[in-house]
Structure formats: C-alpha cells, structure tokens
C-alpha cells in the first residue's frame, strides 16, 4: 500500500510540491549495509532549503511580523535564497538576498529570474566568502523598518522546523530502520531539524555531521574552502541550530575529496552538489567498515547541475589545486565494488 507521504498528483502552487523527496540505494556491502540517498534536490529550487524558507515565513506570518505587501531579507549563499524567492513570489512579498561574489553563478541567476534584488555584500569581485558581513547588512537594512522581516536563518527555530517532515519520509519509508544519519552542517537546520523530529519517532540512530576542513563548528584550523552553502566560515558565528547534544560526531572532509567524490558519483547518473560530495565520501568510505546491515541515510542537500562552472570544471578545478585524478579513481572503484552488491 502506498504511503500518506506522497506528492500529491496535482497541485496549484509551487511550494505544494515541496518535500515527498524519494531515497536512493548508491552502495552495498556484502554484509547488506547500505548507503542511501534522501535525493533534496527533488524539491523544487533543486534543493532542501525550500523547506526551511517555507517554514520561517510561515512563522514570520503567524507572529504578525510579515503582512501583504511587506519585504524579507536574508543572507544567503544562494539556495535558501532561491527557496525564499519562490515563497515570496507566491505570497506576493519582495524579496532582498545579501549575497557574496563566493555565491554560486547559477543560485544568483535562479534568485534574480524569480524576482530577487540581489544585494552584494563585498563588490570587489574577489570570490571571498564573506557570511559574517552579509549576516550584518542584513541585519542593518532591517533594522528599524516595520515593514521588513530578517528572517535570520542561523538563529531561526522555524529553519529547524522546516525539517521536522524530513523525518516522517524517512520513517514512513524505512520503517524506522535507520542506523546512522548523516549530512552537512551549515546552520544546523537541515541535519538537526530532522535528526530531533527523527528522534521522536525512534531511537537508536546515530547522528553524524559534516562540514568542509576549513568550517570551524568542529573545530579548527580555519581557511576558505570551496563547497558552496556549507559550513562556518571564520568570522561568522556557529548558528543557534547547531546541536552538538544531537550530532553524536562532529566529521571534516576537504574539497579535493568532497569534489572528487561528486566526480566519481556523476558516473553512475547522479549528479551531486559539493556538499553532498563531502557528505558521500564520509558515508561511502565508512560503509565497509560498519556492522552487518547497518542503514546510513545521507542527506543530499542538492543536485550537481549548479557546479558545472565549477566542481565538474576541470580548468576551474584545477586552477585551485582540487583536480585530483587519483582520489577520483579510488572513490570510483570503491563505488564500482559496492554498486555490484546491491
Ligand atoms: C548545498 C548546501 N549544503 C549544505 C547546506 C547546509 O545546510 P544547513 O544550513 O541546514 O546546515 C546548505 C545550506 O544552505 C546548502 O545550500
């Protein structure tokens, strides 16, 4: 019998097709543990965070904050962006991302096609990530203005809350067999959200965060790092929804490796985003290693077809040092094995 969560055959808003986002099965071991996918870039936007940015306009309409005609600020490096531009354009709210030139080509063309201003926080062109700064324009061009939500995703509840459904789909597919989960860690939003809920519905999972090698949620040392929409940079604060009681370890993968893995992945048909690379290298090495039919669920946070210009650019990889032949044969093998076992 199907399940109650299922994406309705026809609906009359875009943000009605949110969630239902389906599982896939990428890898094996002869044991029969398994490593699945729970495929966010299903969502429209082509990624989770529709989720969050629907639920904290929700919040911010039902505590009076937000009313017909008013305007939502965000900070973003570009797909919470993209989820509060398809909102807000529903709801018929403007809408003013503060963004930086370290922000995704594509996530900043998506944001102004669906009606965004875009608000450059650092005009230099430079490519720094620059979190803390657009966090404190944000702030300002709120500041005073009754008119005017900042919707504060690092401090927000409602961003965890968005991800409460997360975990009823996972249930409701797997029947509560699920061992390990385990995702990037930006805000906190995506992966504590749904490790909470998850927690209410079941117990004895463990709950694994990953951010890039560079982030400093889990400690140092700090340095940029190129997987877009993930992590603490230095300077900005780690956000309120960062649960360290929840996430049971604290895990940083690099870019080579993050990359090398979205590389390896895109050959079996799926194309990946780099913080999903970082999430999958971590998940995938591990699996043969885990007790005979463990179930690690990975939160793929979005698709790879925003990095053409980058992660699946060799020129562009290469000309920083991230091109690494090697480290992609390894994952490919590694994939190619446990891909025989399913
Ligand atoms: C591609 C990508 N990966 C990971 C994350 C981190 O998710 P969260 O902020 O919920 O921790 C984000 C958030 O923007 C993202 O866009």
Redesign the pocket.
Known sequence: MPGALQRPALVSRVSELVGYTPLLELARTVTGSRLLLKLEMFNPTG???IR?ARAMVDAAEAAGELRPGGRIVES?????GLGLAVIAAERGYAFTAVVDHHACPDKLRGMRALGTELVYVVDDGGGELATAAREELAGDMARGRDDTVFTE?HNNPA?GVG?FPVAHELHEALGGRIDVLI???????????TGRELGKLMSGFTVIGVEPKGSIAFGGPAHDYH????GTPEGAGI?A??DFDLIDEGVKVGDVEAFATCRAVARTGLLI????GGVVHEALTRLPSLPPGTTVVALV??GGEKYMDTVFDDDWMRARGLLDPEAEGEIEELLTTLRGNR
Request: charged share 5%; proline share 0%; hydrophobic share 25%.
């Open positions: 990624t989770a965070k969050m973003t490096s570009g797909n919470t995703q961003n991800y995702g990037a860690v930006g805000t906190g939003g995506a992966l504590c959200g997987q877009s929409g993930t956000g929804l960062v985003g780099g913080s999903a946070n979005d």
